[in-house]
């Protein structure tokens, strides 16, 4: 890859809600050097609110003008490690023209058995397990097809740094 290019600067992290991108962003970006921003979070500063409460009083459709919204911010950074929401890559078709894009792989059950009451409360579109299950299988397809690297999030931290420094790097 040529070192101008955004596939160099920029690494997006997509997957399922509650694969664990913003602590793998922050894991990478210790090895890495790289600053790690999160979509969820640019769109919680500028907005002012959670997302939890975006959805609640403006509801999901707003949310989604809101993140496409952020892709201006996300073409301004480079040498960064970018964490997105789950629908990022769902709603935004183009995302493998912002950077290297890693899809976080895991089966549906791990996320499930990682996350705590905190992990559900905060994400309205896993309030309902059945509901998430399948949105998962509607999107698994999606992550795969718009990204460059596959990365199984299922490893230790240790195995998934190395998977990705060697995709990104060799
Ligand atoms: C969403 C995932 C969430 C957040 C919002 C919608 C989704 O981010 O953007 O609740 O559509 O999958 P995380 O993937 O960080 O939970």
Redesign the pocket.
Known sequence: MESSSPLNNRIILT?????G??YFSKKLSEHIVFNSY???SMIEAKSDKR??EI?ATEGEEA?RAL?KDIVQDIITLDNVII??????P?YYDDICSLGSVIYMDIPFDDIVARMNKRDFI?????LELDKARE?YETRKAIYKERSHFQLDASQNIHAMVHDTVEFLFD
């Open positions: 997957g399922f809600m509650g694969c991108k913003s999160d979509t969820d997302v939890k959805f949310f993140e964490a997105t929401g789950g629908g990022f769902i905060q994400r309205p579109l896993f949105l």
